[in-house]
C-alpha cells in the first residue's frame, strides 16, 4: 500500500486507486461533477484538480493514480484561483432559474459557486440559449440549457444499463444530449437514475416535477417490495412542520419521490423505475372498514368473528403473504400456525410487457419477502397452496388469490388493504396496514435482512397484522 500526502497529512492509499478516492477515502473532499464511483473517468469537468508539490500546475484528481511518496495539495492557492476560473467557465451559460429548478437544494452547482467562486459572472455577452424543455422519455425532461456536458447520464446508460441510449451531438456550446434514435429511453427500466446522478437541474422527473421543494421533505428509508432484490430506497414526503393547510391536504400523507439508498449489499447506488413508482401501489384506493359478509362493522367485532371462526375450524388452511414483515410473518407462526396447514402466496406476479429478470437487479419473482417466508415456514409451504375436501376455513392475508379456486363452503377469512370486490365476499374481511404504515424487515433472495421505516400514520380502523394474529389466537392457540 502506497503512502502519499495529502495537505502535508500522511494517507495510507491503496495501489489501483486514485488520488481523488484516496482522499475522499480519508476525509479529505475535493469537488467533482463528471466523476462517480461507479462510473469511467471522463475527466472533462475539470473542477477536481489538484497540485502537486513542487510544480506550477494543476492536475484531476480523477484521473490521477497514487504512487509512493506523492504529495498533492487540495486547496492551494493555485488551485483555488483554478477552481474559480473553472466555475466561471461552467456557469458562463447557465441559467440563473434556481427559483424554479427542482435541483435547488441539492445542486453541487449552486454549492460549488458558493463555496469556490461566489463572484458575479465576468461576462458581458448573452447566454446561449438551447432547448429548453426537451422530452427526453415519457418520464424524464432535458433542460440543456443547464447541462454542463459532465456526461454522467451517457455514461451510465453505456456502462450500467447497457442500453446506449443517450450520447451527444454537435461540439463545443452547441453540444446536445440526446437520446438514440434506435435505443429509446423509454426502453431502458433504469433510466430514472440518470436524474439522480445528474448533478445540476437538467434532467428532471415528469412525475415529481414543479411537486415539491426538497427542503419541504423528509426522507425515509424504506425497502422497495417490487421484486425479492428488496432494494433499499427513500421514500421522500412532507415533513410535518411543512404540512399543507390550505391547499390539498392530501400532500401531507403522499409519496412526493422515491430515490435509491445506497447499499453495496443489494442495490449499490442504483434501483429500477418500478422502485420509483411505489406510489401507484402504495396509494391505490384503500379499504379501512372491517366487514362481514359485506356490511361494514367495528373493527373489534370483525376480529371477534375471525376468533369465533377459528375456533369453530376443524380443517383451516392459511395463505399468508409474501409481502409480509419478518415481524409480521414470525407472529402468524407464533400465533396462529398451529390452527392452519400454511402455504406462502404470491402476493404479486409480472405484468405484462415488464422485465422478468436481468444481470443487474430485476428478480423474477416480485415479491419482497417469499425468502423470509420460506425461511419460517419451510420450502414446501411456497407451493400451489393443496386444499382437502374437508377443508372448513381459509384465511387469506394480502393480494393475489382467485377466491374461484378456494374450497366451496369453506369460510373465508380475508386480510386486505386495498379495495377489491373480494373483500364483500369474505365472511370476515379485516383491513390491515401498508408498509409505509409499520416499521419491519424483508430477506431478500439472498438473505440480506433490510429494514424499512414508517412514513404515514395508519387510521385506527385499520389494524396492524403482527398485533392482529395476538388478537386472532386469544383462545385458539392449540391444534383443533
Not at 162 to 173: E, M, Q, T, Y
Not at 381 to 410: I, K, M
Not at 420 to 440: C, K, L, M, W, Y
Amino acid at each position: 500500500m502506497p503512502e502519499i500526502f495529502i495537505n502535508g497529512q500522511p494517507v495510507q492509499a491503496k495501489a489501483d486507486q486514485t488520488v481523488m478516492q484516496a482522499a475522499l477515502a480519508n476525509g479529505f473532499y475535493i469537488p467533482y461533477f463528471c466523476w462517480h464511483p461507479q462510473l469511467s473517468v471522463a475527466g472533462n469537468c475539470r473542477i477536481c484538480t489538484v497540485q502537486v508539490e513542487g510544480r506550477s500546475w494543476v492536475e484531476i484528481a480523477c484521473n490521477m493514480p497514487v504512487s509512493e511518496g506523492l504529495h498533492v495539495l487540495t486547496d492551494s492557492d493555485l488551485v483555488r484561483e483554478h477552481r474559480k476560473t473553472t466555475m466561471q467557465f461552467i456557469t458562463l451559460n447557465h441559467p440563473v432559474d434556481c427559483g424554479i429548478c427542482d435541483k435547488a437544494g441539492e445542486c453541487t452547482l449552486q454549492d460549488y459557486h458558493f463555496a469556490y467562486n461566489g463572484s458575479p459572472a465576468i461576462s458581458r455577452e448573452p447566454k446561449v440559449h438551447a432547448t429548453k424543455y426537451h422530452d427526453l422519455s415519457e418520464r424524464i425532461l432535458l433542460d440543456n440549457e443547464r447541462c454542463i456536458l459532465c456526461s454522467r447520464c451517457v455514461r451510465f446508460t453505456r456502462e450500467i444499463s447497457k442500453s446506449n441510449a443517450l450520447g451527444i451531438k454537435n461540439r463545443g456550446d452547441a453540444s446536445l444530449v440526446r437520446a438514440a434514435d434506435d435505443s429509446p429511453l423509454d426502453a431502458d427500466p433504469y433510466s430514472d437514475n440518470v436524474i439522480d446522478i445528474c448533478p445540476v437541474g437538467a434532467l428532471l422527473s415528469k412525475p415529481f416535477l414543479h411537486k415539491a421543494r426538497v427542503w419541504y421533505l423528509k426522507p425515509t428509508p424504506s425497502v422497495c417490495p417490487g421484486c425479492e432484490r428488496g432494494c433499499t430506497v427513500n421514500i421522500w414526503h412532507r415533513k410535518a412542520e411543512w404540512h399543507l393547510r390550505a391547499l390539498d391536504p392530501k400532500q401531507n400523507i403522499s409519496i412526493a419521490r422515491v430515490t435509491p439508498l445506497e447499499n453495496p449489499a443489494v442495490n449499490g447506488p442504483w434501483i429500477c423505475n418500478k422502485g420509483r413508482d411505489l406510489a401507484q401501489v402504495f396509494e391505490r384506493p384503500r379499504a379501512d372498514h372491517a366487514m362481514q359478509k359485506g356490511k361494514p362493522v367495528e373493527l373489534a367485532a370483525a376480529i371477534a368473528a375471525a376468533r369465533i371462526l377459528i375456533g369453530k375450524a376443524r380443517h383451516a388452511v392459511a395463505l399468508v403473504s409474501s409481502w409480509g414483515s419478518n415481524e409480521e410473518l414470525a407472529a402468524f407462526k407464533d400465533a396462529l400456525a398451529g390452527r392452519f396447514a400454511t402455504f406462502v402466496k404470491r402476493d404479486h406476479v409480472p405484468e405484462p410487457g415488464e422485465r422478468l429478470e436481468d444481470d443487474l437487479l430485476i428478480r423474477p419473482d416480485k415479491n419482497p419477502n417469499t425468502a423470509g417466508a420460506r425461511a419460517l415456514f419451510g420450502d414446501s409451504s411456497v407451493r400451489e397452496p393443496a386444499f382437502p375436501a374437508d377443508t372448513d376455513l381459509v384465511l387469506v392475508w394480502g393480494e393475489g388469490c382467485n377466491f374461484a379456486q378456494l374450497p366451496a363452503g369453506a369460510k373465508i377469512i380475508f386480510l386486505n388493504s386495498y379495495l377489491a370486490p373480494a373483500n364483500g365476499h369474505a365472511d370476515v374481511f379485516i383491513p390491515v396496514s401498508i408498509q409505509t404504515e409499520r416499521t419491519g424487515h424483508y430477506t431478500n433472495f439472498a438473505g440480506v435482512v433490510s429494514p424499512f421505516e414508517r412514513c404515514f400514520a395508519r387510521k385506527p380502523t385499520v389494524a396492524d397484522a403482527q398485533e392482529l394474529f395476538a388478537d386472532l389466537a386469544e383462545g385458539n392457540s392449540g391444534k383443533p
